[in-house]
């Protein structure tokens, strides 16, 4: 690893000062499990590491009923999965959460740093996009809101602005009658990169059942199946034909490359396969009764 | 540029002098902490494994400046003032988990932060509890034999789980 030097400032004004004096010599670091990886690998060379995890503003995690749950930009992938409300009312995040490395890296691993380094493969971004997430930012400009839909632009690419910090995001409360997962395929169950993760909520609201599906590792962008999702809207317990025309409908939204992991057609085939299961297993956890 | 780090290191005070980009890994071997291997140094292999603050971490995947004011626990840290071993090594001799003995203390430090949140786990949780640690040689069924028999001893002795002997 190349010499830096480490900053690690104790409030975000002055995370911010910093970020400002040093300009794009300066890189941010939350748990640093990407980013002491990159390091290593000469892939980034800062000159100032900003290790945000002495600032409080961004702890913790917490839960405000009917708006949904806010997650600080240090909170663990660990301290994520074991939250009772994530627990209670965000299966698909807490599913993502444990599909996530192994229990050491994910003592250390934040979501959100999981979040910023936009990586395609990146677990929990199926799950910030069905749950519609919006990200609270600070920067040199002020403070500003970013949908998720509108975060990540391409692979390792996001739309901070220099000198921009994701202080936390809040993922809106889906509503006392939902479902959700995430199904991660990878060629062993930890410590791998997804080869395909499909993450869906299912939300019996007002106007009926709707359905949200996004997939990930099969696009340079976060993938929402939102043709599949219009197949599915209303139907409340979905035979084989329109899952299969769901799968399909998934499938034809992404657009995968051939790489180490896998192959584009298997990746193809492996996203319409999980699209199936994902709804029907969300269906099939309504059907009970129970909101899980 | 060196910098002092002070931390609480196996129950003791100490400062140490490093570089920013020193990891908590390096900075340990070179301070005569050797228990604690240097695998992959990219946070896959487990072999680095320490205890800090309670929790298992892979230590290579944290700066040493990073340890300021935290207490940090290696297998050193387990054995008693007389020498004597803490159940969970003893488990390890008595049921053959050591081979080369290289993953061991990280398996151990892995198995310690994870007995004193779950003193007493199935088959299945000890699995998972381990999944980040990877060792060549024994084929892991006399390591999870060992984290049972650990267990079921410290149970016995009654330790209250959380407590460093
Ligand atoms: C052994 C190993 C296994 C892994 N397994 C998985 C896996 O199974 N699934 C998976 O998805 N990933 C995996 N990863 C990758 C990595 O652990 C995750 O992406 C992790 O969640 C990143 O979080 P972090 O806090 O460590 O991020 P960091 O390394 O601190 O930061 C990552 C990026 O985000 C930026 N950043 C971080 N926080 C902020 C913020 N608040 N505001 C602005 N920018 C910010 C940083 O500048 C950097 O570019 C693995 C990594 C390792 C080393
Ligand atoms: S050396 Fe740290 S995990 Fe391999
Ligand atoms: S005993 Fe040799 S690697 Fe585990």
Known sequence: MLAFEMERPRSLASAAEILEKHGSQ??????????LVWMRKHAVHPEVLVDL??????????FYPHRGIKIGALATVNETAENEDVKRCYPALRDACLSHSDVLIRNKATVLGNICASVPSGDLIPAFAVHEAVLHVFGPGGERDIFFSDFITGPRKNSLMPGEIVVSATLPFPGERSAGCYLKLARRNALDLAQVGVACLAVDGEAGRTYRIACGAVAPRPVRATGAEKILEGVTAPGDDLLDRAGKAAAEASNPITDVRASREYRLSMVDELTKRAVALCAERLQGGRAS | MKRDVHFILNGKPVTFSVEPRTTLLRALREYGVTSVKRGCEEGECGTCTVVIDDLAQKSCMVLALEAEGKSVLTVE???GPKGELHPIQQAFV?????????????????AYAFLRKTPDPTEEEIRVALAG????????IPIFRAVHKAAAVMRELGHIPGRAR
């Open chain 1, 26 to 35: 300066a890189m941010v670091k939350a748990g640093g499990t990407d980013v």
């Open chain 1, 53 to 62: 995890s002495e600032i409080p503003e961004l702890k913790g995690i917490s």
């Open chain 2, 77 to 79: 840290g387990l054995v």
């Open chain 2, 94 to 110: 008595d049921e053959g988990a050591i081979q080369c003995g290289f993953c061991t203390p990280g398996m151990i430090m892995s």
């Open chain 2, 133 to 140: 640690n990877l060792c060549r040689c024994t084929g892991y």
